[in-house]
């Protein structure tokens, strides 16, 4: 922190200690389930409608920024630690800053909107942005104009819906048992009626509404999708297609180790470590579980597989995403 610190005004200082302050307080508490906001999205857990527009309609992202745009649980955490490695862990120096910093500042909608007045003050290479939200809350004019890069996970909806669920039994989730069911056959029909507050979603829409938006860029040169089943059976492969897409060429032994520090393995001892702010962060909401492929046959009846089946196709018709089960 001493380092991060050496380079912010002191008005920035404040604003740093009292964000984090704020983000260490809510991740004790129950995530809130908020009312729609900002274009008629939802909200929800630690997420800020205000943060978001104050984004899209005032914010310039710096030059080169790099964005993971993730509906949850489709490999938000995975595909975050390979493009972090990526872009700082070859760097000593810039590897340990980007650990200083506490995760919100780097949530696009998360927690409050004055983060974004630190931005300009932290000085690395390159600037990488988590988020999940949809294609039409991202203002694309100015991803143009600064250069920038969106990667677009996808996942199978039934990995995605397991992996959502096991997420939603932590304590943290107590209070919206009345949202997020407990029960599977409840939590499932919810989910697909659209009545879980998922971030960020509008009433009655969820996973197949945020890849359909984002299909509409599927051609554009900015837009990177990424199928986890794919990095998970081609990993080196894959994480070399990441790589190109911005613009970077690594050797074989740097793949290699990219692999290796990115595993679920590595990544859960970290995490349960917390021995830095990420990682801090990570185990107080049990982000990194297993991240297998096929976990829903274990649990999803024929009917409910049908059912799923059904609803994806209805409501991708007209696009090329193919899932891999």
């Known amino acids: 922190m001493e380092e991060l610190l050496a380079n912010l005004p002191e008005s920035c ?6 964000t984090k302050g704020s983000f260490v307080q809510g991740m004790q508490n129950a995530p809130g389930y908020k009312k729609p906001g900002w274009k008629g999205y939802r909200y929800s857990m630690h997420f800020s409608s205000e943060a978001t527009q104050k984004i899209y309609e005032e914010c310039d992202f710096p030059e080169n920024s790099v964005i993971l745009a993730s509906f949850p649980k489709t490999g938000t955490n995975w595909i975050s630690e390979i493009i972090y490695e990526m872009l700082f862990g070859f760097d000593e120096k810039f590897d340990i800053l980007r650990k200083e910093i506490p995760p919100p500042f780097f949530v696009l909608e998360g927690w409050s909107a004055d983060k974004m007045d630190l931005w300009k003050h932290i000085p690395l290479p390159h600037y990488y942005f988590m988020s999940h939200l949809p294609a039409p809350l991202i203002n694309f004019d100015k991803i143009k104009k600064s250069n920038s890069k969106i990667v677009v996970p996808i996942r199978n909806p039934k990995d995605q819906l397991i992996s959502w669920f096991n997420y939603c039994q932590s304590p943290n989730f107590a209070p919206l048992r009345e949202h997020l069911s407990s029960d599977w056959s ?64 690594l050797t074989e032994e740097q793949l290699t180790l990219l692999k290796d520090k990115t595993s679920f393995e590595s990544m859960k001892k970290i995490q349960d470590k917390g021995s830095d702010e990420m990682a801090q962060f990570r185990k107080s909401m049990n982000l990194v579980r297993k991240g297998k492929v096929g976990s829903w046959k274990d649990t999803f009846t024929v009917s409910q597989s049908e059912r799923m089946d059904e609803m994806m196709a209805a409501k991708l018709a007209g696009t090329n995403i193919k899932f891999v089960y």
Request: charged share 30%; aromatic share 14%; net charge negative.
């Open 13 to 18: 200082k404040t604003l740093l200690e009292e």
């Open 186 to 249: 409840q939590f499932f029909s919810d989910f697909m009626d659209g009545k879980q507050p998922i971030p960020v979603t509008k009433p009655g829409e969820g996973y197949a509404e945020f890849l359909s938006g984002w299909n509409e860029y599927k051609d554009d040169p900015r837009v990177h999708f990424v199928h986890f089943e794919n990095l998970k059976t081609n990993t080196t492969e894959e994480i070399n297609r990441i790589a190109k897409f911005l613009g970077m060429d």
